[in-house]
């Protein structure tokens, strides 16, 4: 046998053999070994894939070919599909849906190209990869909940993408503390214990909060030093019920007075002292040594005097290592503020070497009223700042990263409309709970 003939005999096996291997199904190893023209180094073309175990979604590919240097080789991660040329190490790819696709390696040998394909099957919804998991667990994945949307649709959602829970209001102490002397935990309990019973972080939010003060709290007929012990017992309470289930909490929340940023002259403040703020986190930090302390406010990320207010606050805590982390509400609007703005924040807080909480995130789509229902245009709008915040969440440096938390599920269930008397679409699922572009743009900044 001659040497062509015998190339094209090996030919012949090879795709015998790999017509064999895909009718079988086959993703095993193929291994094309064929002499080139001067019959001396064997070619043998063969590629790794693994399929990302964090993002079901994600493969990465590695060309394992041997003998072929010098050759053009490229990727084609489905039948027909693009051609990513093969550069040195693994090449990766992340599908959007699931399905069957074959993976082809093509060398452009000499005497014709050489290709091998292997099927890879991935699994998941078709709306892409979890939240949680496209996190690739470096931060926690936050939802706001309610005790009376824990089950049917909610709960498969909870449960598929999230692993942080906030109260939206019931963990607040116009909740607990409903009536003098008696605290009702019957909201927070249910919430507290669905998360446990999902393995999943619970953050305390939040204990002192000049928009939830019980009514008979504000006319308190008492002493400031009694005010104070009640303010200490309700703080000790309420943490040492939660220690070890509740990992995080929102001890003050929204000091800072608009406008002037000063502090809000609140009930706190008038019968505590200016430094009210420090005796309710060492309170905090007493009850619960264990718990991760954060103070969270809004418009920290523009307004830079009320930023700079926040951090005073912050490093007059950090002089007493009375606060681990900030939270910067993520109250925001479609075009609103910008990127660099909101990283300005992130900054102040990892060069304090603290925990970022990007809390409350929301996304208005209509702040000047415009709209009447939810364009295509704003729906994209929309899904780019979601995918802007989350590339910035993203790149910070582990250490610094702690949770990235919606504020809701649905359109239909956010307190915006309410808060802002008009339609503003500002969450991240429709009213089948499938997940809106928003949820998509949150997946694309994760990536
Ligand atoms: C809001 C909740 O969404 C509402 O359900 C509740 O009635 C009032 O509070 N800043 C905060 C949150 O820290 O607690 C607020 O949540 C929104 C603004």
């Known amino acids: 046998m001659n040497r062509k003939s015998l ?75 693009e051609v990513v040329p093969d550069v040195a190490g693994p ?28 099927t890879v099957i991935i699994t998941g919804t078709d709306e892409g990869p979890a939240l949680k998991v496209a996190t690739n667990n470096t931060f926690s994945m936050g939802m706001a909940v309610r005790s009376d949307r824990l089950t049917g649709s909610h709960n498969a959602v909870l449960v598929r993408e999230f692993n942080n829970l906030t109260a939206e209001f019931e963990m607040k102490m116009d909740q607990i503390y409903k009536t003098e002397g008696s605290l009702d935990f019957t909201a927070a309990d249910a919430i507290v214990d669905y998360g446990v019973a999902n393995n999943m972080d619970i953050h305390g939010h939040t204990l002192v909060w000049h928009n939830s003060i019980p009514g008979w709290m504000n006319n308190f007929s008492g002493t400031d030093e009694e005010f104070e012990t009640l303010v200490k ?54 009850a619960d040594p264990n718990a ?28 007493n290592n009375l606060i681990d982390g900030v939270g910067a509400q993520m109250h925001i609007a479609y075009d609103f503020p910008s990127k660099a703005q909101i990283q300005s924040v992130v900054d102040g807080t990892v060069s304090r070497g603290l925990k970022m909480h990007f809390a409350e995130l929301d996304i208005r789509v209509n702040p000047n009223n415009d709209i009447t229902s939810l364009t295509e245009q704003r729906a994209i709008a929309q899904q780019n700042k979601a995918k802007e915040v989350a590339e910035i969440y993203n790149a910070i440096p582990d250490e610094n990263k702690f949770a990235l938390t919606l504020w809701g599920m649905r359109d239909s269930e956010s307190w915006l409309p309410a808060f802002w008397g008009q339609p503003e679409w500002g969450l991240f699922y429709n009213e089948d709970f499938t997940p809106k572009k928003s949820h998509t743009g949150l997946i694309e900044g994760f990536r």
């Not at 490229?74 to 599909?81: I, L």
């Open 7 to 81: 190339i094209k005999y090996f030919r012949l096996i090879f795709l015998l053999l790999f017509s064999f291997m895909l009718s079988c199904g086959g993703d095993d190893d193929i291994n094309v070994v064929i002499i080139d023209d001067e019959g001396e180094t064997p070619i043998s073309v063969d590629f790794d894939i693994i399929v990302s175990e964090t993002n079901t979604f994600e493969i990465s590919v590695n060309n394992t070919s041997t003998g072929i240097t010098g050759l053009n080789s490229y990727w084609q991660f489905t039948e027909n599909g």
């Open 233 to 286: 017992d309700y703080i000790t309470t309420v943490m040492q019920r939660y220690a070890g289930k509740v990992r995080s909490w929102d001890v003050v929340n929204e000091a800072i007075e608009d406008g002037s940023n000063n502090l809000r002259n609140s009930i706190f403040r008038v019968r505590m002292g200016d430094d009210y703020i420090q005796k309710c986190y060492q309170y905090a930090r007493d």
């Open 91 to 118: 090449e990766r790819h992340v599908y959007t849906m699931s399905g069957d696709y074959l993976v082809t390696l093509t060398v452009e040998a000499p005497d014709g190209d050489i290709a091998v394909s292997k």
């Open 292 to 319: 991760i302390l954060f103070y969270n406010d809004y418009n920290v990320t523009f307004d830079s005097g009320k930023q700079s207010a926040m951090f005073a606050i912050v490093d007059d805590l950090m002089s």
